[in-house]
Each structure stands twice: as C-alpha cells, then as structure tokens.
C-alpha cells in the first residue's frame, strides 16, 4: 500500500540527492544521516510505485519518471520558498546561514571587508565562504550567492552588473629602465611575460587592435596558477604581466608598477552578482548585494586611487 505523503521533507531530500548525485552529500548538507536520506527516498518511490534514481556504489542518477518527478518537485519547493520568503520579507530582518562562492583574489581582497561589515550589522547571519576561480553549480551545490568576474548564460541564475572589470599590462620601473617599454602586443614578443595557468593551460593576454579584439598567446619561464604571486614576481622586477585591474590598482597607485600599453586595453565582462532565479530574494541575499552596491556605487573602486 503507498504510504502518505505527509510532509515535504521526503520531497526536499529527493532534490537534494538529485542535485548532489550523493546520498552521502546531500545528507551532510542538510545535517541529516545517509540512511535518512534513504528512507526519504524509498517512501516516495512506495508512494509512487516508481523508481525514481538509478542507484550503484559511485553514482547516483534520475531514471526518466525521477527526471519528470523531480522537475515538478522543483517548482512545488519554490513556491513552498517563495511563499516563505515573502512572509520573511514583511520583517526584512537577514538571518540564517549565507552561502557565497567568491573567486580567490577578488573575493579575499574587495568582497571579505564588505563581508565582515555585513556580519556586524547582521547578528542573525551566519556565512559559508567558498573560494574558487571556476564557476560553481549554485543550483547543484546550494550557494546561495556568487561573485564573478563575467559570467555564464545559465538561466536558472539572475546576474546582477557591480562593477566594470578590465585588464591591465603593467610592470615594475626597474623593469621597463632595463628592458624598454612595449609599444604595441607585437613588441611582447622581445620581452619577459608572467603567464597565468588556468586548468594546466597559459590564458592569452587580451588587446583591443583597430578596432577588433585580439587574444595575444603568451609563453615566458615562468607560469603561475596564483594570481598574486604572479603579481608580486611582476614588483620584483622579473617581468610582464596582465592582470585584473582589482588586483594591480593599489601598486599602479604607489607607482610600484607602471600601466603599459593602455591603448590597447579592451573592456571586459564586467563583475558581477548571481544567485538561483527566485521570485522572492531572500533578505541576506538580497541586503548582501546592496551593501556591495553601496559600497562601490557601480564603478571600480580600485582604480579611483
């Protein structure tokens, strides 16, 4: 006989698994033990008389009535959300726990010091803090808020424009006094470069020439996963580098690096907010991104040094 579903709670630990293709994540993320998830999910697959996940010993994955089940159970929680969240609105207090994925040296140097105001002002909030240079699954991983530099055409996510973001050539003085000072991209290729490594792969340094982007490949003996050490390798005078203007504006300000070929600079995709598509933003989501927004006021605020 199929059992009664009596709660939403069976539902919610389904999307959870489903999202997190993990018995064993889902259960850690929503402070449950593994075997509680499974039972969740038999008594909905009792109810139903259906299996809803292909289950083995690494993977976990929708069968084709779970994938028709679980697109239906999405929007019966988000309105079970919305409906919440516009009860919470009516107080507009922040509470509860904040999940934010932020890139690694942005997110250390211009979104922490905003983060750690925010929590001050807020004694109800408590955050959860991810850093990564890759883009996250929010959906998937339950982040609630991400930070990025560009962005990606995920429609389950609304992207909310901060701030202008572009990329700056630059190298020390005692660099430029040895080596000269390049005219265009094509005088690189006689000089020392800092190269990025993003995933095993040199990222290209990017221009704009007569009016057309143009991505420049760059080699050089030295490469670097870790923006800021390439950054401070560039202060010691060993050469080159393109980087965020977020991440060189204080030394350009100090003079400490000197900006070089800034005719060619190009805009970038800009920094940006994104959060899961809700009708209804929470208040800690949504009282979060206004501070950000206050505190910039949608310009760069490192380059106004």
């Not at 919440?84 to 040296?105: K, S």
Request: proline fraction near 5%.
């Amino acid at each position: 006989m199929a059992m009664p579903l009596d709660n939403l709670s069976d539902l919610l630990v389904f999307v959870r698994v489903a999202d997190a293709r993990s018995f064993t994540l889902a259960a850690e993320r929503l402070g449950i033990s593994r075997s509680s998830a499974g039972k969740s999910v038999n008594r909905l697959e009792e109810r139903l008389a259906t299996r809803l996940l292909h289950r083995t010993t690494r993977s976990v994955s929708l069968t084709e009535e779970g994938q028709v089940f679980y697109e239906h159970a999405l929007r019966i929680l988000a309105e079970v959300d919305e409906a919440e969240t516009a009860i919470n609105q009516r107080h507009q207090t922040p509470r509860g726990r904040l999940r934010i994925d932020l890139p690694v040296a942005f997110g250390r140097l211009h979104i922490l010091p905003i983060l750690r105001d925010f929590l001050l002002q807020w004694p109800e909030v408590d955050v959860e803090v991810t850093f990564s240079d890759d883009f996250s699954d929010l959906v998937r991983e339950g982040i609630d808020l991400a930070i990025r530099i560009g962005g990606n055409d995920d429609s389950r996510l609304v992207r909310k424009v901060l701030a202008p973001h572009r990329l700056i050539t630059c190298a020390s003085p005692r660099y430029l006094a040895n080596h000269g000072v390049p005219q265009t991209p094509d005088d690189l290729v006689d000089h020392h470069r800092l190269v990025f490594s993003h995933q095993g792969m040199p990222v290209p340094w990017r221009y704009q020439v007569n009016g057309q982007h143009r991505d420049e490949p760059v080699g050089g003996r030295m490469r670097f996963n870790n923006t800021e050490a390439l950054r401070d390798s560039a202060l010691a005078g060993l050469g080159l580098c393109q980087l965020g203007a977020f991440l060189v504006g204080e030394q350009l300000s100090a003079g400490t690096l000197v900006p070089v070929l800034e005719k060619y600079c190009r805009a970038e995709a800009p920094i940006c907010a994104v959060y899961p598509t809700r009708r209804y933003l929470s208040p800690k989501v949504k009282r979060f991104v206004g501070a950000i927004e206050s505190r910039w006021g949608g310009k760069a605020i490192w380059e106004l040094a």
